[in-house]
């Protein structure tokens, strides 16, 4: 037998045998892998609108999708928006949940993000800020307080900002802003459209 | 926009060496010459973007379709290894002094974690053939920046004081800490 | 009669009056001007953060002279104590001691001595220091206090800078007046607040040509040309070249820290590489980048290319042809 | 099903894919090397220190393939490293002598006087370049250069201002014959004992004035031996080592200022301890 | 070649050899991961496994293979003991695996794995390569773990997440952002260089 | 109108006070005299006379061997003592005439010439190389070579360079000021010599009374007096021909590269009488001062006389001196040998005492040393690459170009030995590259 198809059977048999032994645990742990992720969803959707039993992925987009919920009646108690923005070092992905008149902001909660440790990561802490977001008038654009002050002297649609961290917690304004324009248009133009019975 | 975003980023926020510490062997490894560490930035540049293209055509065209995505590390290797395997002979035949100058070094292209990471991080961000493209070579030309930087540092270095334990990897490692935080001065500028 | 024995030594038997601890003793005199401000406008704070970044960066430089079997006596070429004060100038005045004895430590061990002592840093070591602070409690060194010639019944106070960064300033015509950055009555860094005593430290320097002029003359050049091509554009959004050129650390850091030998190239072409690149990335991160103030980082950047530029831009020799590129 | 098959085949495709680009570049792009460069300088110690003449060890290895440098050119590698090297290029190792650097000078601290105070570089070549800090013109100017040099750790430098050369782990390498700016330091096959301690070409008063172990060429030595040793230059100079008698040596040993004689070796003691340990007479 | 006893063999990967301090390989995850302990661990234990299962693969079937496809083949065998590792940890450990990000399928390039397979698997016994391998995951393990408790007490306070220093105590951001991973790793190095030293000279 | 000069280079203190307004005075033949058979540029002389002999005051006693060298001639008459070693200034011992002085100074001199102007180029030249006339600036290189370059560069300008731009030197000076009729003439030989079409001769500002005297005596129309700003080392040929001229001479290239000749105004003197008046070069002028000198001088010295001799003239050296220096402070070179004697090359000798030596500390790159160098380079690079050993490197960034003018070491605050090192660069460079030729 030459080197040459040596090399070629060689290679191919080391290709086939690895290729036999990853389809195994590819499926073996496909089914795991993907109900975690659900599962992040799923629990991510639940905090943001407080109540959901069911939800409907409606719209998917790049970095912006929508899902509706309902509650144990089945029904419509308003939208989970997953959507992400550019922040001080990277993406950050964040899921928020509104009414179905999107007047309102239930609450927000950040999926994923690699801000500075101890600064912007607090974007993830619900005292430095979550909990500022929590039952929002965002009929009309949000805004940042800055300097933060306390919660009971914030408006109706402010939300405080993270000191010494400004840029990520205007990062995470401009982002759910963007979406909530995003989500208006959409339903204004008809792409999304929600009815009672349109789910299951 | 988003595109240039991605080219700034790739090379001064997200530097793949001073952040994602993606290719530290080369990086302390070939940074004791500037020109080698040039030839070295060009070849990993090349390599690069070559890869970004070929690795998101698998990606996108094979692994997806047929639901292989856990194939995604094999496969990406095994094209890695095999270009810079190409190139390196290609080098070797076209160059010698090249050859000579990157040594053992272009082998250890194969095992640099910059052009894999490369085509695992294009692949989890999600980017189009584009986006990705330019990825590539930003991230290229980051890594390029980062190794030539830290050649001209080290020049400088082979001509100093060193304390006899820290000479080498000690100080580029410690110098490499220090352009990192000088590189936190862009953090924020891509918004 | 003994027998008369004379020195060997090479040519030249001249030398110039300066030396290296003459350097050093007037960069200490002329930062006085702006201690005795910062004295003035922060009081009991500023006196104890001097203490303490002087008495880190003394002890750790001594540490480390002796651990490596050098002679003491460099400490008195007084650098450690250069780098001490420039660290304390650049703090916030609020920040805890032990912060500030920290911040002097690694100036000094991690970024001068581990590369060998004066004259073999790569950084600018004071800036070492501020930056590792800078990202080691990022918190503490953006909360600002009012200097005392300043009521305010605000718990926090935000820099000029900070104001014009987050607080959309100029639109809102919140600006920090220029008279207020000229004479230092306002908040910020210890020792970069008064630009007026800054600059007589500065006036001293260039006289005795102890600094290149033209490095601070560079940065200058090119800030103000990059933001003014800003401000002529949009000047209800962005601040004159004037209030960038008198707010947070530019001046301390064009004419004390930008002008560090050590640190700045030695060719002349490099040194106006340098500095024209500081001064348009102090522009860019101050317009664009996450930080409001970026002289540090500029400089810190700029320090890296140094050993490049030093390595292009080798002056031409006297006969010399180089071949045209 | 599909689940198995797709990947077994993807993979094995790619597999075959590259093993056929690997095969074509092997096939067209291949470098020949030489195994046997690659096996000696294997064997070669790698201390690159350029003894033998080129670049470092892996250019001496293509250099004794190619046949233009001995297979016992190694000087540091000795005999040992000359066999391996030979047998793989399959020839018999050359005889090879063992040689040690010795320094031709005895102008110690207290013997050769200084010219003054020495401001500057302290080291052999730059004092050399302003004349040196000895009044001796020729003599060891004892800043160490050669001790520098030396990678093997085989010098230190002694109490009287002169190098001391341990002539066990010295390898002739040469490389403080090349650092020394005065050219005193030569190599010589380990057995040769009698060696002139002095460089000095200046006429015999001169000489004298400047270092008290000087050779003034007074012939003492050449009368001893005239078929082994002669004077040029001012200079008792060694022409024919296999010459000098041992019966003569007692007599060159007479030498007014000791600028010609025995080498020292390692102190008594330690001679002594060696001589013990070897079990038998010198 | 080998001659070495079995216990060197085992105890050179934890200092002689040391593959982080002493080698200087893979120094990215090395680098990446170190910020917490718990990364740290399970970085090391990820990269144990795929160490040890390629290096019994490769011993056993160094005969068969041409040299010239010797590397693209280890890199297939260790490619997919860290696909393996990899989708283990992203079914099993959902949480790790996230913090990990793309640094588990990169220990595919971890100079080490290849470099062991390289340098003493494809030459040696299957016993061997397999001691080699375990003194070389506990080296890295224990490089890891250096590495990342200096960070994580440092820059967070805590160890393994319990809190180790008090409330007095202000985290040093930095050392879990990279500059401190870089300087950490810096003067460790040059502070094992020193005592390696020391050790030497007192011999 | 702004004064010419060339750029960089430094202003050190001048010191000329001390002697300025000596006029020259002729130094009395010693007993002895010392005459080293290597006193220039190139391969050392021959003996031509032996132990016993009897010579006469300008008789040639060395031969040179080989074009770049130079004859060398007896300066007193008398007796042969010995030919033998002797120390010598630049250092090693060597071969030295040593004559006893008759007293008598009789001379061998050639025949005169009355007009010198007449004769062919080629006799002046063999005139001046019978002399064993070298530059008298320090360089001592052979003068005849330098009247004779290769065909295929024409020269178009003289320069006489009467700048001397090392500090405490007057010799110069007081040359221009006392025999400005001969410098002129000798100018004008040396352009006959050469076929040139133009003379400048290039004074700095702080002597402009000997420029103002020049210039009154010049009655040709070629001959130009050129005032240039005071600095050092405006004297070096490639800094004076550029400040003159806008001209560069090519890296490792010579003045006649670019059409020029530079004659220092000692040297310019040397070949007037030389030509007129066929004296060899057996005596030249010397500047003695410094603070350890009680009697600062210009002397007219015989050459081969010891330092002792001179230094005693005027008046023994100050308690104290530990610092001898035979040429300008910038360039000169320490003396611990005073039985060492006078050369052709001598242009200054110097004697002070130093300070304990400064700390020297290492370099903190402020770059002064690359603000300051004539020639462009940057010494501190260069220094470090040599003190590392990387010789490539060092080359590559000009070492083999530095003139030792000693500026950069002058300017370093840290006191660095730059001049030494970068020698140490140079010697080494070239050692290694006659050994891979």
Redesign the interface.
């Known amino acids: 037998m030459s080197l040459s198809s040596r090399m070629v059977i060689v290679l191919t048999a080391v290709g086939i045998i690895s290729g036999g032994l990853l389809s195994t645990v590819g499926i073996l742990t496909r089914a795991r892998i993907e109900a975690n992720r659900l599962r992040e969803i799923e629990e991510a959707i639940i905090t943001v609108v407080p109540g959901a039993k069911t939800n409907t992925k409606i719209y998917e987009e790049k970095d912006f999708t929508v899902y509706t919920t309902r509650n144990d009646q089945g029904q419509i108690q308003g939208f989970a928006i997953y959507t992400a923005g550019t922040g001080f070092q990277d993406k950050i992905v964040l899921m928020f949940g509104t009414d179905a008149e999107i007047n309102k902001i239930f609450r927000l909660t950040i999926l994923d993000q690699k801000e500075t440790p101890g600064l912007g990561a607090k974007i993830t802490d619900k005292e430095a800020f979550l909990k500022y977001w929590e039952n929002k008038d965002c009929s009309h654009p949000l805004m940042l307080k800055k300097p933060p002050v306390a919660q009971e002297e914030l408006g109706a649609s402010e939300v405080n900002a993270i000191t010494g961290a400004t840029i990520s917690s205007e990062a995470v304004l401009a982002t759910v802003n963007a979406s909530l324009a995003k989500l208006r248009s959409l339903i204004q133009a008809g792409t999304i459209q929600i009815e009672e019975n349109n789910g299951q | 926009m988003e595109l240039l975003a991605i080219f700034i980023s790739a090379i001064l926020i997200n530097n793949f060496v001073l952040h994602y510490f993606l290719g530290i062997c080369p990086f302390l490894g070939v940074s004791k010459k500037i020109d080698s560490a040039v030839s070295m930035g060009l070849a990993v540049t090349f390599v690069m973007t070559i890869t970004a293209i070929v690795s998101w055509i698998i990606n996108h065209w094979i692994l997806i379709p047929f639901n292989l995505e856990y194939l995604q590390i094999v496969s990406f290797i095994l094209i890695i290894a095999s270009l810079v395997q190409l190139v390196e002979m290609f080098i070797r035949k076209s160059s010698p002094p090249l050859y000579q100058a990157l040594g053992i070094y272009l082998p250890l292209i194969t095992t640099n974690c910059a052009i894999m990471g490369l085509a695992l991080l294009a692949a989890l961000k999600n980017y189009n053939f584009v986006e990705t493209v330019i990825f590539g070579v930003g991230s290229g030309v980051g890594f390029t920046l980062a190794i030539v930087l830290m050649a001209g540092i080290r020049e400088q270095l082979d001509l100093a004081d060193v304390p006899e334990p820290l000479k080498g990897a000690g100080i580029a490692l410690i110098v490499a800490g220090i352009m990192a935080l000088g590189f936190f001065g862009f953090s924020g500028m891509i918004k | 009669m003994a027998e008369t024995t004379f020195i060997i030594k090479s040519s030249p038997h001249l030398r110039h009056p300066d030396s290296v601890p003459k350097i050093m003793l007037s960069v200490i005199i002329s930062l006085l001007p702006a201690v005795a401000a910062s004295v003035y406008f922060f009081r009991w704070r500023a006196v104890v953060l001097y203490l303490a970044c002087l008495a880190g960066a003394i002890l750790t430089e001594a540490v480390f002279l002796a651990a490596r079997k050098k002679p003491l006596s460099t400490l008195l070429d007084g650098s450690a104590v250069i780098t001490g004060l420039l660290l304390a100038m650049t703090l916030p005045p609020s920040l805890r001691l032990d912060q500030a004895v920290i911040g002097a430590v690694v100036a000094i061990a991690l970024g001068k001595q581990v590369f060998g002592g004066l004259g073999h840093n790569i950084f600018n070591p004071a800036l070492v220091g501020r930056a590792f602070l800078q990202t080691a409690f990022p918190v503490a060194m953006t909360t600002w206090i009012p200097p005392v010639t300043k009521i305010i019944n605000t718990a926090t106070y935000a820099t000029p800078l900070g104001n014009l960064k987050f607080q959309n300033a100029v639109a809102q015509h919140t600006l920090t007046p220029l008279k207020d950055l000229f004479w230092g009555n306002t908040g910020g860094c210890l020792g970069e607040t008064s630009a007026l005593a800054l600059l007589i430290g500065a006036l001293y320097l260039v006289a005795r040509k102890t600094i290149d002029w033209k490095i601070p003359a560079g940065i200058i050049l090119s800030l103000s040309v990059f933001t003014g091509i800003f401000w002529l554009a949009r000047p209800d959004k962005y601040a004159s070249p004037l209030f960038h050129l008198l707010s947070g650390g530019l001046i301390i850091g064009a004419f004390f820290m930008a002008t560090d030998m050590v640190t700045s190239p030695i060719t002349p072409r490099g040194t106006i590489i340098y500095a024209l690149g500081i001064g348009f990335l102090v522009g860019l991160i101050r317009l664009f980048g996450g930080y409001p103030e970026g002289v540090m980082y500029s400089i810190l950047l700029m320090n890296t290319v140094v050993p490049l530029l030093n390595r292009s831009t080798r002056p031409r020799l006297l006969g010399e042809r180089r071949a045209k590129k | 099903m599909m689940d198995v098959l797709v990947p077994i085949l993807t993979m094995g495709l790619l597999g075959l894919f590259f093993s056929l680009g690997l095969v074509f570049a092997y096939k067209k792009l291949r470098v020949e090397e030489d195994p046997r460069v690659v096996a000696i300088a294997d064997i070669l110690p790698q201390a690159n220190c350029g003894a033998c003449g080129y670049s470092g060890c892996r250019a001496f290895a293509e250099a004794v393939v190619k046949g233009d440098a001995p297979t016992n050119g190694c000087p540091v590698g000795g005999e040992q490293v000359a066999a391996q090297v030979a047998s793989i290029l399959g020839e018999e190792a050359q005889a090879l002598v063992k040689k040690v650097a010795r320094l031709h000078c005895r102008g110690t601290k207290t013997a050769a006087k200084d010219r003054g105070e020495y401001i500057g570089v302290t080291t052999c070549r730059a004092a050399h370049l302003v004349g040196g800090q000895k009044q001796c013109s020729y003599g060891c100017l004892g800043f160490g250069d050669c001790i520098q040099a030396c990678l093997f750790d085989a010098m230190e430098m002694g109490d009287d201002g002169l190098p001391r050369i341990d002539e066990n782990k010295c390898t002739a390498c040469g490389r403080c014959v090349e650092a020394c700016p005065r050219n005193i330091i030569e190599l010589h096959p380990v057995d040769q004992e009698i060696i002139v301690f002095c460089r000095s070409l200046d006429r015999g008063p001169l000489a004298r004035k400047v270092c008290k172990n000087a050779c003034i060429a007074c012939g003492i030595c050449v009368r001893a031996c005239p078929e082994g040793i002669i004077l040029e230059n001012n200079l008792a100079k060694i022409v024919d080592y296999k010459k000098i008698l041992p019966e003569q040596i007692p007599a060159i040993e007479k030498c007014p200022t000791k600028a010609i004689g025995r080498i020292h070796r390692a102190s008594e003691e330690e001679q002594a301890k060696t001589n013990e340990k070897q079990a038998f007479a010198p | 070649m080998a001659s070495k006893p079995l216990s060197q063999e085992f105890t050179k990967g934890l200092w002689g050899e040391n593959p982080i301090f002493r080698q200087?390989?893979g120094?990215?995850?090395t680098?990446?991961v170190t910020?917490a302990v718990i990364n740290g661990i399970a970085m090391s234990l990820a990269t144990s496994f795929v160490l040890i299962f390629s290096s019994l693969v490769v011993a056993s079937i160094k005969k068969?293979?041409?040299s010239?496809?010797r590397?693209?083949?280890y890199?297939?065998?260790?490619?997919?003991f860290?696909?393996?590792a990899?989708?283990?940890l992203?079914?099993?450990f959902?949480p790790i695996s996230?913090n990990l990000?793309?640094y588990i399928?990169?220990i595919?390039?971890?100079?080490i794995i290849?470099?062991r397979q390289e340098a003493f698997s494809s030459k040696n016994s299957v016993g061997r390569s397999l001691i080699d391998a375990f003194g070389m995951s506990l080296g890295f393990t224990l490089a890891l773990l250096v590495l990342s408790s200096i960070r994580e007490i440092l820059?967070?306070g805590t160890w393994l997440g319990h809190q180790v220093l008090g409330s007095w105590f202000?985290?040093?951001?930095?050392?879990?952002?990279?500059?401190?991973?870089?300087?950490t790793?810096?003067?460790l190095?040059?502070?094992i260089?020193?005592i390696d030293?020391k050790l030497q000279r007192s011999k | 109108m702004k004064k010419k000069t060339f750029p960089r280079g430094i202003h050190p203190p001048g010191g000329k006070e001390w002697t300025a307004d000596k006029a020259i005075e002729v130094l009395p033949p010693p007993e002895k005299v010392y005459i080293p058979l290597h006193q220039h540029f190139g391969q050392p002389a021959q003996p031509l006379v032996k132990k016993g002999d009897t010579i006469l005051r300008g008789q040639k006693i060395g031969k040179a061997p080989a074009l770049f060298s130079a004859d060398v001639h007896a300066s007193v008459s008398g007796k042969v003592l010995a030919v033998d070693g002797h120390p010598h200034p630049l250092g090693k011992p060597v071969l030295a005439v040593t004559i006893a002085n008759d007293g008598q100074d009789s001379s061998s001199d050639e025949e005169e010439i009355p007009d010198p102007f007449s004769l062919s180029p080629e006799e002046i030249i063999r005139r001046v190389k019978e002399a064993g006339i070298v530059g008298l600036g320090g360089a001592a290189f052979p003068t005849a070579v330098k009247l004779a370059p290769p065909a295929d560069k024409p020269i178009d300008t003289i320069i006489i360079n009467g700048c001397e731009c090392e500090p405490f030197l007057t010799s110069d000076y007081r040359l221009m000021k006392e025999y400005p009729e001969e410098i002129i003439s000798g100018a004008e030989l040396i352009r006959l010599a050469t076929n040139a079409k133009q003379i400048i001769i290039s004074v700095e500002d702080n002597k402009e009374d000997a420029a103002e005297l020049l210039a009154s005596k010049i009655q040709e129309k070629h001959i130009f007096v050129e005032v240039l700003t005071t600095k050092y080392p405006q004297g070096a040929e490639k800094n004076l021909i550029l400040a003159l001229l806008k001209r560069e001479v090519p890296r490792g290239g010579l003045p006649f590269d670019v059409g020029v000749v530079v004659q220092n105004v000692g040297t310019t003197k040397a070949i007037w009488e030389a030509v007129r008046f066929g004296r060899p070069l057996y005596q030249r002028v010397i500047t003695v001062s410094g603070s350890g000198i009680p009697e600062p001088k210009n002397l007219l010295v015989r050459i081969g006389t010891p330092l002792q001799t001179v230094i005693d003239f005027c008046g023994g050296l100050k308690e104290g001196v530990n610092c001898l220096i035979m040429g300008g402070p910038m360039m000169g070179i320490t003396q611990w040998n005073l039985e060492a004697p006078i050369i052709k090359g001598t242009s200054g000798l110097l004697a002070w005492s130093l300070p304990p030596a400064s700390q020297v500390f290492d370099c903190i790159r402020c770059g002064r040393c690359v603000e300051h160098c004539p020639m462009g380079l940057t010494p501190t690079q260069l220094a470090k690459y040599i003190q590392f050993g990387f010789w490539d490197e060092a080359e590559a960034w000009g070492v083999l170009d530095c003139v030792e003018c000693g500026c950069c070491q002058y300017s370093c605050p840290a006191a660095i030995p730059l001049v030494q090192w970068i020698r140490l660069g140079k010697a080494t460079i070239s050692a290694l590259k006659r050994k891979t030729v």
């Open positions: 200087l390989l120094m990215c995850p680098l990446a910020n068969l293979i041409p010239q496809v590397i693209a083949s890199i297939v065998v260790i490619a997919s860290v696909t393996m990899d989708r283990f992203a079914a099993f959902p996230k990000g793309p399928p990169l595919v390039v971890n100079c290849l470099g820059g967070a202000e985290p040093w951001i930095i050392m879990i952002l990279p500059p401190g991973a870089f300087l790793l810096g003067i190095l040059g502070i260089i020193l030293q």
